[in-house]
């Protein structure tokens, strides 16, 4: 057996990037498992090497100084890393380690990072005050949609369809993930006619509307479309952030626009969905508000999408609050003032479903429904007026029954989808 020289139970991390696993060796111990994802992740290989030069790389090596069963806590010397640098981060702790035959399964649950490393980021440039400040909306959530059909509309039918849900009283309209800039409705003539619904929906309403359009593209094109966004009085881009990459992420953050970033996090669950294996959802927000998103997608634990409710309320806290306590899945983390960024719940919502979502998430939440205003029997702008009604009636604590006897829409709509039970 090797010796487990990245293992120290006695050291108590100061300037250090830590990480929760969840490991699960295989045909090893745990001890040994812990080990090998340690020396993996930091300084070490697979077997000795020279060690003329060891001295000063013995000083920042990763080291295990936590096993509570299956969850393993590793400290990475903040030295180990470029700080500034996401991809370098991640490559070092959630890289090579998740397919070593050490482990027969490694899950990143959590990090922790310390303040060089959060100093070195801008964060999230609005944030939940910011948002609120330019929405003009004080308390109540965000209310939002997805145009849907998700993908065939054209550019007219596009915009129509927002001006409809800014009119029945949505705050912002989103594009969908995999709404670029096709053939049948090209980034240019979209943003400028949904822009220009949008504007007109604002003097119809007196309320302020935002468009959210999709500028994920290869990088350099990415710039041109925010840039583009920006100069024709947008205030929100929208960027599905793992499948452009964190790099692209920091390339956009960077480049400081004036615009509100949406964060999509289409691909998430190829990472998250397993249990045992991969990254938490967690980690993705961590990353995310540390480069700077001002709104992310977190999940409901209600409608379509996989997700407890509980793991939702701690990546919410997690991303909201300066300071996080630890939990059974979760480290502590000083944020250092870092702007918070405001959750967004989507994924087959509807009116019923509001007042689940602000008794367990709150008030500083985006509420997107996509299927759930489109879908609405008379239509896109009744279908955006059963949801602002739903949250008026939450506001005013009243039943959605009750308020449904006075406001049509939101009667219909419990009429084709119903409330859920027991929720």
């Known amino acids: 057996m ?48 020279a060690k003329g030069k060891s001295d000063y790389v013995e000083k920042i090596k990763a080291k295990v100084f936590s096993i509570r069963r299956n969850r393993v806590k590793i400290a990475y010397p903040q030295e180990l890393f470029e700080y500034d640098n996401v991809p370098n981060i991640l490559s070092s702790i959630a890289g090579n380690i998740m397919g070593m035959k050490a482990v027969k399964s490694i ?14 980021f801008s964060g999230p440039k609005y944030g939940i005050k910011g948002i609120r400040e330019m929405m003009k909306i004080k308390k109540r959530p965000l209310v939002g949609t997805i145009i849907k059909p998700k993908l065939g509309l054209n550019t007219q039918h596009h915009a129509q369809s927002a001006y409809e849900s800014w009119i029945g009283g949505c705050d912002i309209v989103k594009d969908d993930e995999n709404l670029s800039s096709q053939k049948f409705n090209t980034f240019e003539k979209r943003l400028a006619k949904t822009l220009e619904m949008a504007d007109k929906a604002e003097k119809e309403t007196g309320e302020k509307k935002a468009y959210l359009v999709n500028v994920t593209a290869e990088t350099k094109e990415m710039l041109k479309r925010a840039q583009l966004a920006e100069k024709m009085g947008s205030k929100y881009i929208m960027i599905d952030i793992l499948t452009a990459g964190w790099a692209a992420l920091q390339t956009l953050r960077e480049a400081n626009f004036k615009l509100a970033i949406h964060a999509h996090r289409a691909m998430h669950a190829a990472f998250d969905r397993n249990p045992k294996h991969g990254i ?15 709104q992310i997608h977190i999940g409901t634990g209600i409608g379509k999408l996989e997700g407890k409710i509980k793991n939702i309320k701690e990546i919410k806290e997690d991303i909201e609050k300066n300071q996080v306590k630890k939990g059974h899945d979760r480290l502590k983390q000083n944020w250092y003032n870092l702007n918070s960024t405001l959750g967004v719940s989507s994924g087959g919502l509807h009116p019923g479903h509001i007042p689940f979502l602000i008794k367990n998430l709150g008030k500083d939440l985006v509420i997107q429904a996509g299927g759930g205003v489109h879908g609405h029997p008379f239509g896109t702008e009744a279908g955006a007026k059963a949801m602002r009604q739903a949250v008026d009636a939450v506001m005013k604590k009243t039943s959605l029954n009750e308020y449904a006897k006075t406001h049509v829409e939101l009667e ?9 039970k027991n929720k």
């Open 412 to 420: 219909q709509a419990i009429s084709q989808w119903g409330l859920p």
């Open 2 to 49: 090797r010796k487990l020289n990245f293992i120290n139970f006695k050291y108590h991390p100061k300037k250090d990037l830590i990480c929760l696993f969840k490991i699960v060796p295989n045909r090893i111990s745990i001890k040994e498992a812990a080990n090998t994802v340690a020396l993996e992740s930091s300084v070490g290989t697979w077997t000795d090497v």
């Open 107 to 120: 899950r990143l649950e959590d990090v922790s990072f310390p303040k060089s490393i959060i100093k070195s």
């Open 280 to 294: 938490s959802m967690m980690v993705i927000a961590d990353f995310a508000r540390l480069i700077g998103v001002d």
